[in-house]
């Protein structure tokens, strides 16, 4: 989730939008592991 959140951070800096959605895509794997993680039934 980290890795996630700090790729869409450099967003925020990127310099073009094509940048952007670059490293809005490339933060999609992190935050969807994250969620599956969370709602994981482990009982």
Do not use: K
């Not at 967003?11 to 670059?22: K, L």
């Amino acid at each position: 989730m980290l890795t996630g959140l700090l790729a869409l951070q450099e967003v925020q800096t990127a310099s073009d939008p094509s940048t952007a959605a670059e490293l809005c895509l490339s933060a999609v794997p992190h935050i969807a592991l994250a969620v599956a993680l969370a709602s994981a039934d482990l009982g």
